[in-house]
């Protein structure tokens, strides 16, 4: 049963297509014998009955002619015909006789050679006593011929008649024992191969069925279980003896369970895939979500910024304005200070040096604001328009500085021109006044650059080190500048009564009041240049904003595809 279990398909359909073959052979043999039986049954019937039969008859039909002629020859009416009839009955006496002995080559056993025997004689015993007739009838003694024929002949052929009859019977009865030996034959071999034939068909019939068994069932588990990793189930496992088969049930048995195999490990690997994946997509949701948020913010603090820097601009054109107004000031003041230029020749030397002071702390703080600005613009490649309104609010922040500084000494030198200087002190105090708003501006100015730039991670190394340098470095020069101006009031003193100083003062301050012009000028061109550089870098902003918004909506859709594909794979049961 194994074997036929694990022999291939291809030869279990032979192999029951042989046995079915095999079947049909054996039956036609069957026939083909039986058919070899009644042909010799039939050779018999024909040889030994019908041959015989027919021999017999025809010897009876040539004795009733003989006879017949033999009644023409004794007649003395049919005379001159007696040859003719003689040569009828020399013609029927030699086909008698052939007869006689075909039918002696066909005895077919004693009963039959006995009446044989019989009847040969009594055509020996006709033959001569027919024969004395006729040669009474030749030598024209007719009534003797007619005697000797009734008398002698006709008792004879009446024997032979008898024997003739009775070869006929015996001939008959063979004939029918033949037909019947040849028709019991015939059932024998009909019976025979209607039961081979029956025998092979039911062979035929449970060597089919089971066969059909060996292969259906292994199929029909096989298709259910392939049915079932179809709709999603990869659960199922085939039977081990279906997977131990070794026909092309079970290479197909084996095929399909490698194929499960390969089914789960593809859809664990697609559904750990879509998990990561789906993780990925929200947390990538969520950073663009942060990141969308600052944009937003840096948006809204680069228009802040821009407002500023436009506000700071008008303040510069107001600071401008002033300022002419502080030059034509020290203008006449220094034309009602020409009488005391003589004394104030110690006080100029001073503020000279005191000049020179600032100057050289004006040169370092340039040099290092140099090398800060150029770790800015390295650190700042990508907010060089933030680096610029920094760099601008510094330079704002030291001219306020030094206006402060400057309108404090115009208040020194008011103060000791006394009534003369009144006017040039309410100059120093507006001076003083717009440095402080211009002072207050920038600080917004610097408050709003710091909002920018705590979104550029990049930029906080430098910027510390620009408030240490301010801190530090230019606070002391702006100490130094302090201590000059004290003894610079010391001085003040001795020459209160010298108008020398307040020319002096006068002089300088203009000088300070054209470099706070042209400063104030420096200050609303690059207030006008951040306004423009601050709006660009809102609109590159806008535009970063909107591929962001554009990038979380792709990564929604991200999303879908990713739960659609966990739904799909979802569908397998592993």
């Known amino acids: 049963m194994s074997i036929l279990y694990n022999a291939k398909v291809k030869v279990k359909f032979l192999g029951t297509l042989i046995i079915a073959v095999l079947g049909m052979i054996i039956v036609g043999v069957l026939g083909v014998v039986s058919m070899g039986k009644i042909n010799e049954s039939n050779d018999v019937i024909y040889s030994n009955n019908y041959v015989s039969s027919m021999a017999i008859q025809v010897v009876n039909n040539g004795l009733t002619d003989v006879r017949r002629n033999l009644l023409y020859i004794v007649n003395e009416k049919y005379s001159n015909s007696i040859d003719s009839y003689i040569k009828e009955v020399e013609k029927n006496d030699d ?3 052939a007869e006689m002995a075909k039918y002696k080559t066909l005895i077919a056993d004693e009963e039959d050679a006995a009446l044989y025997a019989d009847l040969e004689s009594y055509i020996s015993q006709y033959i001569t006593e027919r024969d004395k007739a006729i040669g009474y009838a030749k030598a024209g003694n007719f009534e003797e011929a007619d005697l000797y024929n009734t008398q002698k002949a006709v008792q004879l052929a009446v024997k032979a008649q008898d024997a003739i009859d009775a070869l006929l019977d015996y001939n008959t009865i063979m004939a029918e024992k033949s037909v019947a030996d040849a028709t019991d ?7 025979e191969t209607i039961a081979v034939a029956v025998i092979a068909t039911a062979i ?11 292969i259906t069932k292994p199929l029909v588990a096989v298709g259910e279980v392939a049915e079932k990793i179809a709709n999603g189930d990869l659960t199922v496992k085939l039977a081990k003896k279906h997977l131990k088969q070794k026909d092309e049930i079970g290479i197909l048995a084996n095929h399909i369970d490698k194929m499960r195999d390969g089914l789960i490990e593809t859809v664990s690997g697609i559904k750990n895939a879509s998990n990561d994946l789906g993780e990925q997509v929200t947390s990538t949701n969520q950073t663009l979500g942060v990141l969308n948020d600052r944009i937003s913010d840096t948006s809204a603090a680069t228009e802040e910024l821009s407002a500023s820097m436009e506000e700071t601009g008008a303040s510069a054109e107001e600071m401008n304005a002033t300022a002419v107004e502080i030059e034509n000031a020290v203008e006449t003041v220094a034309e009602k200070a020409e009488d005391g230029a003589a004394k104030s020749g110690e006080i100029h030397k001073r503020a000279t040096e005191l000049g020179k002071n600032v100057h050289t702390s004006i040169n370092k703080s340039n040099e290092i604001f140099n090398e800060i600005k150029v770790k800015l613009q390295e650190a700042l490649e990508e907010s060089k328009a933030v680096d610029e309104i920094n760099a601008l609010a510094d330079a704002i922040l030291g001219i306020t500085s030094q206006t402060t500084l400057l309108a404090l000494n115009a208040s ?12 040039f002190a309410v100059v120093a105090n507006e001076i003083s006044a717009l440095a402080d708003n211009s002072k207050n501006t920038v600080t917004q100015i610097q408050n709003i650059t710091k909002i920018v730039m705590n ?5 906080a190394s430098s910027s510390n080190n620009l408030l240490n340098f301010v801190a530090t470095d230019v606070m002391n020069d702006y100490q130094d500048m302090a201590e000059t101006a004290k003894s610079y009031t010391d001085d003040a003193v001795y020459v209160s009564d010298l108008t020398n100083d307040l020319s002096a003062t006068a002089e300088e301050l203009l000088a300070s009041v054209q470099m706070l012009m042209r400063a104030i000028t420096e200050v609303s061109s690059a207030s006008q240049e951040g306004a423009k550089t601050t709006t660009t870098v809102a609109e590159q902003t806008n535009d970063i904003s909107i591929s ?6 792709n990564m ?10 966990v739904s799909l794979v979802n569908k397998f049961n592993l």
């Open 95 to 97: 086909v008698c006789l």
């Open 185 to 191: 034959t015939y059932d024998v071999s009909v019976m």
């Open 204 to 214: 035929s019939i449970v060597l089919g069925i089971m066969m059909s068994g060996i």
């Open 412 to 423: 020194i030198e008011a103060a000791r021109a006394g009534e003369a200087g009144r006017g």
């Open 455 to 459: 979104a550029v991670s990049n930029l």
């Open 548 to 553: 962001a918004s554009t990038i979380i909506d």
């Open 556 to 565: 929604k859709q991200t999303n879908e595809t990713s739960d659609n594909l």
